[in-house]
Nanobody, 115 residues
C-alpha cells in the first residue's frame, strides 16, 4: 500500500506561484509513477504532471512551461511548482501513485487562483 498526503494548497493571485507537496509512505523510487492531477468544479479529473521511477516527466499542454514536477528522495516527497498561475488552474489537486499495478490517491488540496 501507499499513503499519500498533499499539502501546500491555498489562495493565490493570478500570475503568482505556489508549491504543492505530496508525501508518500513508501520510498519514492519504489513507486512506478507519481503524478499530480486536478479536478475543477463540475469537470472530470485530469492529468497535470507525472514523474516515473526513472525520472521521466510528462505535462499537460495547459501547464507546460509554467509547472514543474520534481522529487526529493530523502523526504519521499514529490513537488509541483506552479508558476504564472491562471484562474483556470483553480481546482482540487490530487497526488496519485501507480504502485504494483494499483492506483492510490491522496485526499486532495484546494488551489484557488483569483484575478
Amino acid at each position: 500500500q501507499v499513503q499519500l498526503v498533499e499539502s501546500g494548497g491555498g489562495l493565490v493571485q493570478a500570475g503568482g506561484s505556489l508549491r504543492l507537496s505530496c508525501a508518500a509512505s513508501r520510498i519514492i523510487s519504489s513507486i512506478n509513477v507519481v503524478g499530480w492531477y486536478r479536478q475543477a468544479s463540475g469537470k472530470q479529473r485530469e492529468l497535470v504532471a507525472t514523474v516515473t521511477r526513472g525520472g521521466k516527466t510528462t505535462y499537460a499542454d495547459s501547464v507546460k512551461g509554467r509547472f514543474t514536477i520534481s522529487r526529493e528522495s530523502a523526504k519521499n516527497t514529490v513537488y509541483l511548482q506552479m508558476n504564472s498561475v491562471k484562474p483556470e488552474d483553480t481546482a482540487v489537486y490530487y497526488c496519485g501513485a501507480d504502485f504494483l499495478s494499483r492506483d492510490y490517491w491522496g485526499q486532495g488540496t484546494q488551489v484557488t487562483v483569483s484575478l
